[in-house]
């Protein structure tokens, strides 16, 4: 009789591991607006062939995050309506997200890697070091994340975040946004702990509302830039 065998662990293919380096660029602002990503020069400085960073290119440009420009692929630049429509998802998404991890919160070892994650952003305000700030509400994020059930809800939720990378570069380092952004991170730390669900989604609304505004005023868009913006 053949002994039991354990499956071959398959390596992660080099299309999804190029596709998952280049979000990450993206997510971190690395990858600038209209700076021109190449599959030639991307090849060369991942040190792989150009199939598989063709691959990646393509799944970006099909999430909304890259668009094709000639020969090449830019991040775009967003207009007011691109905002309103993203922000338009997230509300819709993002505290419906949180919402169903309310009940789970109450448990402070559950709730552990927010608390911790928001103790990391309060110190880093206090120490006016925006890089730490920044690393710190990426942790906040991922730690509530990775408490929601709904794993096709997860994906949405970073597609559409991931429209907005560059809202940490271009409004962090605003001297007064990381002071209201920690207010709604403790907001919706304290509603998490009370397990009080609607009071989450009140607060995730009222957060997604001044980011939306801090990146508006931050980019300088106004409504001349695409028609009048939606309320």
């Not at 809202?167 to 209201?180: A, E, H, N, S, Y």
């Not at 998490?192 to 009071?199: H, M, Q, R």
Request: with cysteine; proline share 5%.
């Amino acid at each position: 009789m053949v002994p039991a065998l354990k499956p071959v662990e398959r390596p992660v293919a080099l299309g999804e591991q190029v596709y998952h380096t280049l979000r990450s660029h993206l997510r971190s602002g690395t990858l600038q607006v209209g700076q021109p990503l190449q599959e030639v020069q991307l090849a060369e400085r991942l040190g792989v062939s150009r199939t598989p960073v063709r691959e990646a290119l393509a799944r970006l440009a099909n999430d909304g995050l890259l668009v094709s420009e000639g020969r090449s692929f830019i991040v775009p630049t967003l207009t007011l309506a691109d905002v309103d429509d993203i922000y338009e998802i997230r509300f819709l998404i993002e505290p419906a997200a949180l919402r169903s991890i309310a009940a789970l919160c109450t448990d402070a070892q559950r709730r552990a890697p927010i608390d911790t994650a928001l103790q990391d952003a309060i110190a880093a305000h206090e120490a006016d070091d925006p890089d730490a700030f920044r690393a710190a509400n990426v942790r906040f994020r991922a730690a509530w994340m990775a408490l929601v059930p709904n794993t096709r809800l997860v994906r949405m939720v970073e597609q559409y975040a991931d429209h907005m990378q560059h809202i940490r570069t271009v409004t962090l380092d605003d001297k007064d946004v990381p002071g209201i952004v920690l207010k709604g991170l403790k907001r919706i730390t304290a509603a998490l702990a009370a397990g009080d669900a609607t009071a989450v989604a009140t607060a995730v609304h009222e957060h997604l509302m001044e980011a939306r505004r801090a990146f508006i005023a931050a980019v300088g868009l106004t409504t001349n830039d695409a028609g009048d913006s939606k309320p």
